[in-house]
């Protein structure tokens, strides 16, 4: 029985590894797969129009996936579990999280003109398939590369801003092209330079949209006041682009 165990725990490295490391370890991977459970919770809310509801779903997701690589390198997961792949996991649940998901918001809410709903749709997952798939996606100093499909947060402001639907088919395609061009975007929760800093406007910047959902519909002080780190986003990740290209 106990032998049965080891094999079906994929205790196969040269370390010794405790019984509670491996459940750690599986219990992270775990976590990881329950943002999948969330995003099709988000699914269904989205089926029933429940639009607020959706958000809560797809931001508890983005939650997990902020903290779940923390853990996993903390426990050592990789050197616990050598063959079962994490990343590819924690693809697959991005993948359906912060591309299938939103995609399915923005083609239910009708956000953009009628007959560029079904196209908007099929230009977010085309190019983030394509993302997803790039080997340097993620680059080895921790940056994203091109732009990285945070297509849940798009449509957040879509919906919370109430822009009109032409500008935001043109924020989509603006946003699909960016997707091909090789700037570096900050990674936030894996940032080398200004760490600290970073750290500390994501999360007030979390903090604002949090608040920006709780007051919904009497949000907007607080999604305007969001946008400062939308900008700043933006304007960090350029330079600090042009920066190691010149370097």
Not at 131 to 136: L, M, S, V
Not at 150 to 175: A, C, S, T
Request: include cysteine; proline fraction near 3%.
């Amino acid at each position: 029985m106990r032998a049965w165990i080891k094999v079906d725990l994929y205790m196969t490295s040269n370390k010794n590894f405790s019984c509670i490391q491996y459940i750690l370890a599986w219990s992270i991977h775990l976590f990881t797969a329950l943002g999948a459970v969330f995003g099709f919770l988000a699914i269904i809310a989205i089926g029933r129009h429940d639009w607020l509801l959706a958000f809560i779903w797809m931001a508890v997701s983005v939650f997990i996936d902020s903290v779940d690589g923390v853990l996993a390198r903390a426990c050592k997961v990789k050197d616990v579990l050598p063959n079962f792949d994490g990343a590819l996991l924690d693809n697959i649940v991005d993948y359906f999280t912060y591309v299938i998901v939103p995609a399915s918001f923005l083609y239910e809410t009708h956000s953009v003109p009628y007959k560029l709903n079904l196209i908007s749709s099929i230009l977010i997952t085309l190019s983030s398939a394509y993302q997803f798939c790039q080997a340097d996606a993620k680059t080895e100093d921790h940056w994203f590369k091109g732009f990285p499909s945070y297509w849940n947060i798009v449509v957040l402001y879509i919906f919370l801003l109430g822009l009109p639907k032409e500008l935001n088919f043109i924020i989509i395609l603006v946003l699909t092209i960016l997707v091909f061009v090789p700037i570096r975007y900050l990674y936030p929760s894996r940032a080398v330079q200004h760490r600290l800093v970073n750290l500390i406007l994501v999360f007030i910047w979390g903090f604002l949209i949090v608040l920006s959902l709780y007051t919904y519909p009497n949000h907007y002080t607080y999604i305007y006041l969001s946008l400062i780190y939308v900008l700043y986003y933006f304007v960090y990740s350029i330079y600090c682009t042009l920066k190691l290209n010149k370097g």
